[in-house]
């Protein structure tokens, strides 16, 4: 056997103590919070409420959210659509907020100073979490947030730091349209194909997924980032804008009209022709529109949502006959014109029994029981990169490295070499996207790797090392491998916001540091101590010879200090005992290891392993 | 042959694919970090290795022409990079030919049929070599089939792209 041999999962503790865990929908237009409570995933209300607004407004001296927001002009919404993203990449006309545009990076001002969207996402985490803190009266152990299929390393990375300011232990990023899977996958356990219909308030996702043998497994996965219920809403008050002849208008009267336009949309979910009158300005104005002028006018953006599920059939080999079930998630897939296209696109009747706003939470709260080793349930996920990774070759060329729509978790290393005589550095330019010229791609990061020997053009090699792990984060290395001098970088994506600045937030907020403590607490840390100090004397009784004396004697001591301390209640200490155990049966963990895999593949450090 | 022992397959080029899928889903169920989302840091790095190696073999095992450049590979068989000029006019009139009926969406079916059933036809040829051990000629082979496999790629995009 040449895998790594770790413990059985979940039985090398003692039964767990209660671990609190929760599922996130970090929503564009609303948010929700999920849990399961006997058994049972169920949405978590507020008291009154069981939709968040993802609305942030900040006061002098504190931050409202949701529903606590009274009527007010300064708030902030859709805060999702620019999570993730830099200044150039999104069109700055008609926002709904006011940002500093002299920096490359999107701040938006507000009444505690300029706020980025990491930030502002932080506050809505924060109420969530506190939601489900106050219903359960307890702290919570870990939650799995949900995004949509389609986001890019940049857009993920600042949802896990939006989660990290807001003291939240991420178990998981999961898929949207994977979670409502899961959440279907409850009573349905059929096996079969399925799709994934997916349009929320902003983003668009379609996935194709497989449920054989216990095992969720993502076939493709496609969509818009930007297409969403809003564009029918703007469809809708153009139409209003059109039919009344209004001009001169400010950002006020759109957002307000954005709200007349989207009540419009509402109610022609049960009416085949609607003339609405309201009041706009101290002037009545109405305006009337059927269904079928609605779809006249929608079809264009319903076309795209099918050519997106086109291309996921494409990818995923399959013809439309070969689905055996459609689910529709999304407040928007309420609209009858949207379920009348794509069940005659697909043939067959959808499945919609659950509330299409909160299936996505429910399926995370699924997975988050699952991830805390709560669940005796053992269905497994098995999801896909969205994009494709590569890195920037000669003459603005990409060379993917890891194909979009590949199994994760997945590294691949691909050696590149030199096109000078005598060079000594290489710009390593990390990208992700389909297109095949690096600038038409989203660029993730960018790195020199220095110190080449000077050697002839196309003699040194570099490794390029790319490992995506299960919430589909990259990391990317790179090394040197002519003389054998190892030159190791380790990049994560960047979104404009670099590590520093991450690490200030987090210091800055003080409130942070608390929660921070909250669930590290000291029993969480004993648990932890006492799961290692099994393995490790189990990993010495089974393999005991192959350590040498010494090595024996540095493992010894540092469990019977582990063990020491564990009495002592002092949780840096007991962290600190774990570390040192953890570094002293390092080397025995490789030793363990098959001797065939140990040439290819020394100890965790992946780039050692040879691909 | 790492891949071949993880699966427990025995190291061929005709092997099973439901018994590869079906080992596939044991082990990922096994060692997918999901199990170890609250295990220790050196566990859940052990988890990520494993799962990442397991997807890699999987990837390699259930493709054709992977499974082969891999025995290869591992039989040190140098891939050698010459084509014959008889295939190598062969290559330049289908994609010429291509080029040509870029919009027929019917011409372009039929020769996607084609490479279907030529593409089959060499598979087995080269199931064959391997079994006879002639791993020299197997690897000769393998720049037709690799142009082969690449156009019939190519032809299902332009496919999709006219539908």
Do not use: W
């Not at chain 1, 001098?485 to 600045?501: L, Q």
């Not at chain 2, 397959?9 to 694919?17: A, E, G, L």
């Amino acid at each position: 056997m040449a895998l790594l041999q770790i413990s059985e999962p979940g039985k090398s503790t003692e039964p767990h103590q209660r671990r609190l865990s929760i599922g996130i929908d970090l929503g564009t237009t609303n948010s929700l919070v999920a849990s399961v409570i006997s058994g049972m995933p169920t949405i978590i209300s507020d008291g009154e409420h069981r939709l968040i607004p993802s609305k942030v407004l900040y006061q002098k001296n504190d931050v409202l959210v949701g529903h606590d927001i009274p009527e007010h002009k300064n708030i902030i919404s859709s805060i999702k659509r620019y999570l993730g993203k830099k200044l150039k990449d999104i069109d700055t006309h008609a926002l709904p907020f006011k940002i500093d545009k002299e920096r490359e990076d999107i701040f938006i001002q507000t009444q505690q100073g300029l706020k980025n969207p990491v930030e502002i996402s932080s506050e809505i985490l924060k109420k969530l979490k506190q939601i489900a803190t106050e219903r359960f009266q307890d702290d919570i152990f870990g939650a799995v947030i949900t995004v949509p299929a389609y986001f890019d390393e940049g857009q993920r990375q600042a949802t896990k730091d939006a989660a990290q300011l807001a003291g939240i232990n991420v178990l998981r990023l999961i898929n949207e349209p994977t979670a409502a899977a899961l959440a279907y996958g409850l009573d349905t356990k059929k096996e079969g194909v399925y799709a994934i219909y997916d349009l929320g308030g902003g983003t668009f996702d379609i996935s194709i997924l497989r449920f054989s043998k216990g095992v969720f497994e993502v076939l493709s996965t496609n969509g818009d980032a930007s297409l969403g219920g809003d564009d029918f809403d703007q469809i809708i008050k153009h139409e209003i804008i059109k039919q009344n002849s209004l001009i001169h208008l400010n950002s006020e009267d759109h957002e307000k009209l954005n709200n007349i336009a989207k009540m419009i949309k509402e109610k022609l979910t049960k009416n085949d022709h609607l003339s609405e009158q309201f009041n706009f300005k101290n002037h009545n104005l109405s305006v009337s529109i059927s269904s079928k002028t609605f779809e006249n006018l929608t079809i264009n953006l319903i076309d795209k949502t099918v050519q997106c599920v086109k291309n996921a059939l494409f990818d995923a080999d399959l013809n439309v006959t070969d689905i055996d079930g459609v689910v529709m998630v999304g407040g928007s897939t309420r609209m009858p014109v949207i379920q009348k296209y794509i069940r005659q696109f697909f043939k067959q009747s959808l499945l919609n029994d659950l509330n299409p706003d909160e299936v996505v939470a429910l399926g995370a709260a699924r997975q988050a029981q699952a991830l805390s080793g709560q669940s005796d349930d053992d269905t497994l996920l098995l999801d896909v990169t969205p994009l494709s990774l590569g890195i920037e070759t000669m003459g603005d060329l990409v060379e993917k490295i890891i194909p979009r729509n590949s199994t994760i978790p997945i590294a691949k290393a691909q050696e590149f070499t030199t096109y000078k005589d005598g060079q000594t550095m290489m710009k390593i330019h990390v990208v992700q996207g389909e297109r095949e010229k690096v600038s038409e791609n989203r660029s993730l990061a960018e790195f020199i790797l220095k110190d080449i020997p000077p050697l002839p053009a196309g003699a040194a090699k570099v490794r390029v090392i790319f490992q995506v792990d299960a919430d589909s984060m990259l990391t990317v290395s790179a090394e040197e491998l002519t003389t054998g001098n190892k030159t190791k970088v380790e990049v994560k994506p960047s979104y404009g916001i670099d590590d520093k600045s991450i690490r200030k937030m987090l210091e800055d907020s003080f409130m942070n540091a608390n929660m921070d403590k909250e669930f590290r607490s000291l029993a969480e840390i004993v648990v932890e101590a006492n799961q290692i100090i099994e393995l490790t004397e189990k990993a010495v009784t089974e393999d005991g010879h192959l350590l040498d004396e010494n090595e024996n004697h540095v493992i010894q001591k540092s469990l019977l200090d582990l063990k020491k301390q564990i009495n002592l209640n002092d949780p840096q200490k007991i962290k600190e005992a774990i570390d040192k155990l953890n570094n002293a049966s390092t080397s025995f963990a490789e030793k363990r290891m098959d001797h065939s895999v140990q040439s290819a593949l020394s100890g965790k450090n992946i780039n050692n392993i040879d691909y | 042959m790492k891949f071949f022992e993880i699966f427990e397959i025995k190291p061929s080029f005709k092997i099973c694919q439901n018994n590869l899928k079906k080992k596939f889903l044991e082990l990922q169920k096994k060692y997918h970090p999901d199990n170890y989302a609250s295990a220790s840091d050196h566990e859940k790095t052990l988890a990520l290795l494993n799962s990442s190696m397991i997807n890699d073999g999987f990837e390699i095992l259930k493709d054709d022409l992977k499974r082969a450049e891999y025995l290869l590979k591992c039989n040190k068989i140098e891939q050698n990079n010459r084509t014959n000029p008889e295939f190598l006019i062969k290559q330049m009139e289908y994609e010429d030919y291509l080029e040509e009926n870029a919009h027929h969406l019917n011409k372009i079916e039929m020769l996607h049929k084609e490479i279907v059933q030529i593409l089959e036809c060499e598979i087995e040829k080269l199931a064959i070599l391997f079994n006879q051990k002639n791993l020299v000629e197997a690897s000769n082979k393998m720049n037709e089939l690799i142009f082969l496999s690449k156009f019939k790629t190519k032809l299902k995009h332009r496919m999709h792209q006219i539908i």
